[in-house]
């Protein structure tokens, strides 16, 4: 009797670490902005956002959040970069007007960016500007 309540737990046990070690292929990074930057047409002003992402593909869906708060969904693709990143930071491109559109988020230790938006024509411009964490 004691053998099968132990088997029977500890089959419980491993199926519930499966499941949750198969139940997402999320990631959350945190992010400072130094200055505002606008995001399909949305402005995010300076400050510290959280960045929740998820999806099997390059093509992933990112969540911004300010503190709990979601303030915006959008598209963006994970691109491979030879070398893991040195640091935390973003490219945005200065637009005539000023703005600041957000083009590729990256973060310290990641093997990858992610490119939001227009972002691979973008970030070979001339007008292109980064910022790091």
Same mark, same amino acid.
């Given at each position: ?12 046990? *491993? ?5 949750? $070690? ?12 130094? /200055?505002?930057? /606008? ?52 490219? $945005? /491109? @200065?637009?005539?007007?000023? *703005? ?7 973060? *310290? ?11 691979? $024509?973008? *970030? @070979? ?9």
């Amino acid at each position: 009797m004691k053998v099968t309540k132990l088997f029977t737990l500890l089959a419980g046990t *491993s199926l519930l670490f499966s499941a949750s $070690a198969f139940a997402g292929n999320g990631s959350k990074k945190s992010l400072h902005f130094d /200055t505002g930057v /606008t995001v399909e047409g949305k402005a995010l002003p300076a400050g510290d956002y959280k960045f929740e992402w998820s999806g099997n593909g390059p093509d992933v869906k990112v969540n911004i959040l300010k503190g709990k708060e979601t303030v915006l969904s959008i598209s963006a693709r994970v691109v491979s970069v030879p070398a893991p990143n040195k640091q935390d930071g973003y490219s $945005a /491109t @200065a637009a005539k007007d000023g *703005s600041r559109s957000l083009t590729t988020l990256f973060f *310290s230790g990641d093997k990858y960016d992610l490119e939001v938006g227009e972002a691979s $024509a973008a *970030s @070979a411009a001339p007008g292109a500007t980064t910022g790091t964490n």
